[in-house]
Structure formats: C-alpha cells, structure tokens
C-alpha cells in the first residue's frame, strides 16, 4: 500500500489524476509546427550573422599541396577565409576512442583537415561571409590542388593493410574483439544440422530532412558561447565546446529548439560544426552553418557497412546450441568522437542470437578504417544486423529441419519464467517476454491462415512470403554504455517541476525533444503524479542553462531515464503542495489530496482550495503562514539506471511481402510488430515510434545504400539517388503490445525508438526468402534490390 | 520581356496569403530562399534543394508547386500561399487539426509541404481513397512517421471538410 502522496502511476486506490498514463494524447508542441511557427537553426536571426560554408576534398585521400585564397579573400561579402591550420589555433582535436573497448584506437582528428584529407567531403577550407550565397561564390574562388594518394575502399583491403591510412597507428584495424562462451566447437562437432550463411549490409544514412544545424555566438565581452545546436546531447556538447574551445564550462550555453529529424545523426561531434563554434570566437560574431543536402551526404555519419559471416548449430528435434559469428565492418578514416565507431559492431557481438537460449556463443569482430565518410551510431546501432543475420540464420535452419519457423523459433525463444535470465552472449535481461510477444503476434496476423493461403497462391504462380524476426534491444543505458570508458556523457537525467503562482505546472528536462513526443509524454507523467489537468502543463527541453544536467535524446532512453526524473520529481512536488495546503488549512496532511488542480478532502473528495489560490499564499501572501513553514513550490530529481547495464526490450516482427519473378521487385503487403517496452505511456505516440522506425528498417532493406566508386567517390549523393521509403510503397502496420514493466524504476518504462528499425530489415530479408524458397534462390545482401533479387533468381536458374 | 541581368537584384512583388509583400532577388534567387530570408516567413522549409522532399511545397496560383524548383523573379505577380495561411487568427483549420489529432508529425520538418500539398488535393478531389492520398504523399519524404497517420489524418480531414461544405450549402 502506498502512501497518498506517493501516488502509482496507474494506481486506481486513490482519486488521483492517474487517467493520463497510457492515453492517446495528442502532443502540445505540435500546434506550433502545424502553423508554420517552429523555431529549427535556419530561421535564427542575430544581428552580424556571418554564413560559413565549406570547401570539401574531391579525393578520398589526398595530400593538400595548395590552397590559394587571394581571389576568395577579395569576393564580395567575405569575412574570412581559413585552413585547417588558423582553426587549430582555436579549436583542439579529439581522438574517438573509449577505454572499455580494449585496443580500440584512432587518430587526432582537427575541426579542418591539415595537410592530408581522409575521404571525399572533409572539409578543407572555411570561408565566411555575410550571406550564404556569398560565402558559396567565394568558395568557387579558392584555388585547390591535391596529391592523391592511394585510397582504401574495399574493407577487406584495409584489414589486409598493404596501404596503411594513418601510418602511426601501425595497421588500419581500429577495434577487435573475440568472445568464446561455452563449448562452441563440442556443440558444432555434436550438431545434427549446421547451417551457414554469409551476410552484406549496406552503407546507410539517416537523411534528415533538416541538414545538421549550428548558430555559434561568441561574446568577447564575457568570454561566453552560446551555441544553438540541432544536437540530441546538448550538455554533452556543452562539455565537449568548453574543452576543445578552452571556454569554461558555465560559460558555455547550448540550446537545442526544434530539430528536423536525428534519428542518431545529430548526437555526434562534426568537424564542420567545432569548426563553426571556433570561428565564432575568432571572428568575435555570431556564425551559422547549415548543410546542404549534398554536404549531408558526405558528411553526416554513415552506418551499417558490415559482412558477417554466420553459422549455427542445432540438433534433429530443433534446439538450437550454438552461434559462431565473423563480423567485419569498416568505418571510414577515424572513429566518431565522443562516442566512437566501435559501439555498432560491438553491438552485434552483444546482441546476435539474444533471443535464444542456446548456451554455447563465439563471435570476432573486426572493425577496419577506410578512406570513406565516417560512420557511428545511427538509429537502432548494431540491431538490424544482429537480428538479420541471427533470425535469417535460424529460418535457414529452420528450413533445413523442415519445421515452421514459428515453431522453430517457440522452442528457442528463452522461456518467459526464466527471468532474471543470462544471455550466452554474457547479456543480463531483467524481465523479457518473448513467448507472450510470439503468441500475440500469431494471433494478430493469422498466421495459419496466411500460410494457408500463401500455399494456395503458390499453386497459381503468386510468391508470397511470410518473414519473422525476433529481437532484443538495448534500452535505458546505464554508464556501462560510455561513461565506464571515460566518455563525459550522462546515463543520469533531471527533471525540474515547479507550481506556478497561477497554479500551472513548468518541467524542466534534460532529455530533449525531435518530435518523438518527449515533451508531450512529460507532460502526461507530470500532470499525473501532482495532480493537475494536462493543459497546466509547460514542458521545457533543450537548454543547458536552464534544465537540470542529462544525457539527452539516444539508445532509446528518454521516456525510461527522463520519464523517472518526470515522476519523481512529481511526487517531491506533490508532497510539498500537501504540507503547504496542509498549513494553510490547519488539517493533517494525510487528509489531503491533490486532483483535477485543486487541493481535494481525499475521503470525501470534496474541493478545499484550488492550486491558484494554494499558489498566491505562498508566493505573495507567506506572512499569512506558520512562522517556521517555508513553501518549496519547485522540486529537482535525477534518476539513473544502475541494476542493469541496459533495460533489454524485446519484441518480434513479420513481414508479409510478395516477390514478382519477372521483375525482381517486391511489394510489401503487411507489417507486425509486437513489442514489449513496458508502461506504455501514450500508445498514439508508441505506435508511431514503432511505425516510423519499422519504415527506417525497410529502408535499409529494399532501398538505401550509399554507393562508392572504387576510387572512393559517393555515387548516390542526392535524395534523387539515395532511395528511402515513400508513401506508396509502404504496407500497413499493425502495432501490438505486451506489457512488462522495469522494476528497475517506478515508472517501469523501456525505451521503443529504436524498435522498429531494430527489426524490420530482419523480418522482410525472410519474407523475401519464404517467398523465393520454392524457386531455390536466396538473398543475403541487403538492400535487396530488384537486381540482386534477378541475380539470385538467374544463379538459381543456371543450377537448376 | 524584361531582361534581368545576373548578380542585380531585382523587384519581386508577389501576394502571400492575401495580403501584398515585396522585395528584391538575385535573378538566381529560388523563391524558397525569397519567401524565408527577404519575407522572413520560415514556415516553408527546405529539405532538399531539388525537388524530390517536397518539404518546400507552396501554391503558387492555385498549383502546388516546389518553391526551390521556382526563381522568385518568375513568380513575379503571382499569388502564393504558405503555411502560414492556413491557420487563422491562431486557430488550426480542419487538416491542422486532423494532423494534431493523429500525431501525422513528429520533427515537423516536412510537415508544411505536405500540408500545402494536401490542401491542393483535398480542393481537388473533397472525396479521396486512400489509395489516392497515398499516392499523391508519395511525392514527399516523411523520415519520422511511417506516413500511415499522416495518410489517417488526411482522409479525416476530407471527411470533416466535406461535412461542413454540406452543412454550409444545405444552410441558405
């Protein structure tokens, strides 16, 4: 039993404003962006603005032997004109390692390549001038001439390592990791069936429809720098602009107001944008960048480039007993700072076969530089991999001992009582339910009844073809993340909550907002834990000036981290609005309660004093209080998860999709997902998660891949080139959800963001190998284009 | 025909949401880059600068157009209508309600071309399928949403706009 003022969250004993916790609210924040009124990089206006833009290498690799400026310094409206070299002078470089990946290694890195440009689109000069267009003509100006040297594209040649991209690193291998769990080689040598495969994922971006976004603002006269940043991790950039800027960290204000799409691309440090901050401080003026669409592509982070080679063991009755697993990946010429480019294929070795629960577990992962973009983390880090090549692995199998995968997968799954449970891949799960996730989605797609009539349609020539995917995710980080590897980014958030004198509700947050409805689902969790009508409520994100300190907006971990602070931070408010009502009107505290913005008799649920009025005494009228009585109307909590390393989520996919032989091309006719990420908070808002990020997934599957030139050009580098998915070409997608509280909080909500994108790929690659199954031909590269699906088609054919 | 000559600016007076507004362009000017740094209206975003996101979507007499794909200088007289337009006095009209109502946004980035584009089409066709909004969606990229509640939003708005155009029609 609980106390009254530490309210549940779905609790139905007292007369509390409960009813906002799993409702389809529509979120606040959306009326301004409906009305043309959002407030995105590009529509800052400062007095003395300057325009930077970048002048990019051409060569994937290359010495700088000139840079002439003379015509640029002279071009209308040009401030300046920098190198490399003049921006070092105020800006120090990085190294993108972090130490608990053992070995992990990487070169300095300068906001401006120095002498040597390590892929096509590092910037190579700035030039800065009042306008955009001006700073874009002078830029023509600039006379560049390289040295091209010799360009490390193909991953298995940068790991072969005749040329070596930075010599003092001694090899081009960035990070290695080998994990031998169990008995893998008894459990292969007594295995009645073993199956193998070889996977290719292709290089992906996010494409934000808004291009990364900077407006830096140096005040001289202070020494302060107010940068406003399309970031997801405000004080982690705060933290990261002191120290490579030499500013003191209080100095130093990054505010983040509406961003245009991130989906992990804006949560790391570019070089243009350091670039961008230090020109600020030399130029003693505010200065913008904003990259344009081509600049997106070849410099926003890339991801997802891996070849895995996959193998699993399995008995005649279909259980499995081991994985084994080569993964090499390749990450462009350095890893990401702060957060490094090991973290994806580290992610694979975490999380291939998570489902499962075979005892017996190896995997090797290699991860190689290359003279192409960067890449790190982007939505769903490492997911669509493991789980593609775990669930295309297990269906092979599956077909290999002739039983339904459904089947196949039901006496693998880990059971549902086995919790806490510890994965062979060494990962530790609170509380999953794979089973009750399995059982739903059986029963929401009709599966018998699909592959009932999937048989028929075989018979009159129509290839359908029914794809599962299993998964787990990494939600909720706790500082085994990055902060153990001496990453200064916090697993911990704060939630700020104040009772205005009118009795309205303002929260402060540290967690920040892209449209995922962060400020909209604070706003229901802190209406419900005071008390109060979700119109009371203003929700504040993105200002580490303002908000309490936090990690921000990744690794699916706002509603779980920042929802708790949200909640917390609640109940403190609320037993504080009780002890000043409870003074106010000479009762016992207990008899009180906060509902529908009134102080109420909580036997009697009869209104004893409205908020506003609660609000006046005790900010205009305190004299009229006990003299010892002093009102705290605003309340701080932070919350860090700390049991687990991650609140794992887990969930399964399928993928209904109909392949045309003819042409190679597929329609995707359904899509489920049933996914477990415990409270619910707004299921409108979840759905749409789920939804959004299912649609990212099949991107990566059948459309997008930035396609290099063997001498490292992009080849793709524009929305016309690079494909993602488009409305009419996206099936419908049912959401279904089994609920399975943390109790690591008390709010008990997992992270969702990641989920769809996190399976998907998985899911429709089995699709499209159900259906091409009865013709003999398989696909493993993804995205499987209508080409790769003729070439499988064709090899079979020349078998056959 | 006037000849405009490159790197002058010259006058450009176009009507934008009803009401007359003026100023000057390069003749390179796109009227995405007039309507938000000379007029100052940034409600129309920019996604790609050619003409595949539809982020930029405006109407320009009536059509659903591009704005990075138009000079400024051509669309000279014309009558253009943005985002801005569509609410009045603050209160959102039946497809920003719709849009709210269905969660048919997240980042909003792409939000005002797809709402331009969708009040074209609604005017258009006041009863559509949902195979025809789908298709007529097709010509924007969304990377938040998976397009499904923009598409719900859509429908119900046509259903609600009908509504009141019957409402109005059967009054007098």
Redesign the interface.
């Known amino acids: 039993m609980t106390a009254r003022d530490e309210l549940p969250v779905k609790g139905s004993k007292t007369r509390t404003q409960a009813g906002y916790i799993g409702k389809a609210e529509p979120r606040a924040n959306a009326k301004r962006l409906l009305q043309g009124r959002g407030s995105f990089i590009d529509d800052l206006r400062f007095p003395r603005l300057a325009q930077v833009v970048f002048l990019r290498s051409p060569h994937a690799h290359a010495k700088i032997r000139k840079l002439d400026f003379s015509k640029a310094r002279t071009a209308p409206g040009v401030i300046a004109v920098v190198d490399g070299r003049a921006v070092a002078e105020y800006c120090t470089p990085w190294v993108g390692v972090l130490s608990h990946l053992k070995g992990l290694k990487s070169a300095p890195q300068f906001p401006i390549a120095i002498d040597r440009a390590c892929w096509q689109g590092e910037a190579v000069a700035a030039v800065v001038a009042e306008t955009r267009a001006q700073a874009e003509d002078a830029c023509e100006l600039i006379v560049a001439e390289y040295d091209p040297l010799p360009a490390v594209i193909d991953m298995h040649e940068a790991l072969a390592g005749r040329h070596v991209i930075h010599p003092d690193l001694g090899d081009n291998i960035c990070f290695n990791r080998e994990v031998d769990f169990g008995a893998v080689e008894a459990a292969f040598a007594k295995a009645d069936v073993v199956v193998e495969e070889s996977y290719s994922f292709g290089r992906h971006t996010g494409v934000c429809l808004e291009g990364r976004a900077i407006l830096a603002d140096y005040n001289a006269a202070e020494h302060t720098l107010t940068v406003h940043h399309a970031t997801q991790a405000p004080h982690m950039m705060q933290d990261i602009f002191s120290k490579h800027l030499n500013i003191p960290e209080a100095n130093v204000r990054v505010i983040c107001r509406d961003i245009g799409g991130a989906y992990g691309i804006k949560v790391h440090v570019y070089p243009d944008e350091m670039c961008t901050a230090a020109l600020s401080i030399m130029l003693r003026r505010p200065v913008k960048f904003v990259a344009d669409r081509m600049e997106s592509f070849l410099s926003d982070i890339h991801a997802r480039e891996h070849k895995v080679k996959v193998r699993l063991a399995a008995t005649k009755a279909g259980e499995i007993l081991a994985f084994d697993l080569d993964d090499l990946t390749a990450i462009g010429p350095y890893s990401v700072y702060p957060r490094t480019s090991g973290i994806e294929g580290n992610q694979v070795v975490n999380l291939t076969g998570g489902p499962y629960k075979h005892q017996n577990y190896r995997a090797k992962l290699n991860v190689v530089f290359t003279n192409k973009n960067v890449t790190c983390q982007y939505r769903a880090v490492g997911h669509p991999i493991a789980v593609a090549l775990t669930e295309g692995i297990v269906d092979l199998a599956a077909q290999k001992l002739g039983m339904d995968p459904a089947e196949f997968r039901r006496r693998n799954l880990v059971p549902d009582d086995a919790y806490p449970y510890t994965g062979a891949a060494g990962m530790k799960f609170e509380l999953l339910s794979h089973h009750q996730c399995l059982d739903k989605l059986l029963a929401l797609m009709d599966y018998k009844a699909l592959r009932a009539e999937q048989a028929e349609l075989r018979k009159k020539g129509v290839y359908r073809g029914i794809g599962l995917a299993a998964m787990i995710e990494v939600t909720n980080p706790s500082p085994a993340f990055y902060g153990v590897g001496g990453a200064r980014i916090s697993a911990q958030d704060g939630a700020t909550l104040r009772l205005e004198p009118t009795g309205m509700l303002t929260v402060l947050s540290s967690v920040t907002e892209q449209g995922q409805g962060t400020e909209g689902i604070f706003a229901q969790i802190a209406a419900t834990a005071v008390g109060v009508t979700m119109d009371k409520v203003k929700v504040i994100t993105g200002d580490t000036s303002t908000t309490p300190y936090g990690g921000g907006t990744w690794a699916s971990r706002g509603a779980g981290i920042g929802g708790e602070a949200v909640l917390q931070a609640g109940k403190a408010l609320r037993s504080n609005i009780l002890d000043i009502a409870a003074a106010i009107l000479s009762v016992d505290k207990a008899t009180l309660d906060v509902y529908n913005n009134e102080i109420i008799d909580a036997a009697s649920g009869a209104s004893r004093l409205p908020l506003a009025e609660l609000g006046r005494v005790a900010y205009f009228r305190p004299d009229t209080l006990p003299m010892k009585f002093q009102s705290e109307l605003m309340v701080t909590r932070h919350y860090t998860p700390r049991e687990y390393g991650f609140t794992f989520t887990n969930g399964i996919q399928a993928s209904l999709v109909e392949i045309h032989p003819d042409t190679g091309f597929v329609k995707l006719l359904k899509h489920w997902c049933v996914e477990d990420c415990g409270t619910v908070i707004n299921p409108m808002l979840v759905d749409e998660q789920i939804r959004g990020g299912v649609v990212q997934g099949i991107g990566g599957a059948l459309f997008e891949e930035c396609h290099y030139s063997e001498d490292g050009q992009l080849l793709n580098a524009s929305m016309a080139d690079y494909l993602v998915p488009m409305s009419g070409e996206m099936p419908d997608i049912v959401c279904g959800h089994v609920e399975s509280p943390t109790k690591s909080s008390e709010l008990g909500a997992k992270g969702v963001g990641e989920a769809g994108t996190a399976g998907a790929p998985g899911a429709v690659m089995n699709a499209i190998n159900d259906a091409l199954a009865p013709l003999n031909a398989r696909v493993n590269s993804m995205p499987f284009t209508p080409e790769r699906i003729l070439d499988a088609l064709g090899a079979a054919n020349a078998k056959g | 025909m006037i000849r405009l000559k490159p790197g002058s600016r010259h006058p450009v007076a176009l009507t934008v949401n009803e009401k007359a507004c003026t100023g000057t362009a390069?003749p390179?000017t796109l009227l995405s880059d007039f309507l938000?740094h000379e007029l100052?209206?940034?409600?129309?975003?920019?996604?790609?600068?050619?003409g595949?996101?539809g982020?930029c979507t405006v109407m320009v007499d009536g059509r659903a157009v591009r704005s990075c794909m138009q000079l400024a200088v051509e669309c000279d007289g014309a009558s253009v209508r943005?985002?801005?337009g569509?609410?009045q006095d603050?209160a959102?009209n039946a497809l920003?309600r719709a849009?709210?109502?269905h969660?048919a946004?997240?980042?909003?980035?792409?939000?005002?071309g797809i709402?331009m584009s969708a009040t074209h089409f609604l005017s258009e066709n006041p009863n559509p399928t949902e195979d025809a909004v789908?298709?007529m969606?097709?010509g924007?990229?969304?990377?938040?949403?998976?397009?499904?509640?923009?598409?719900a939003a859509i429908l119900d708005a046509a259903g609600e706009i009908c509504a009141a155009n019957r409402i109005t029609k059967e009054k007098p």
């Open positions: 390069e390179r938000r100052k209206l940034h409600g129309t975003h920019v996604g790609c600068e050619h595949v996101c982020a943005t985002v801005e569509l609410a603050g959102l920003q849009f709210n109502r969660h946004l997240q980042c909003g980035f792409c939000t005002a709402l789908k298709e969606l097709s924007h990229i969304c990377r938040c949403t998976g397009y499904y509640p923009i598409v």
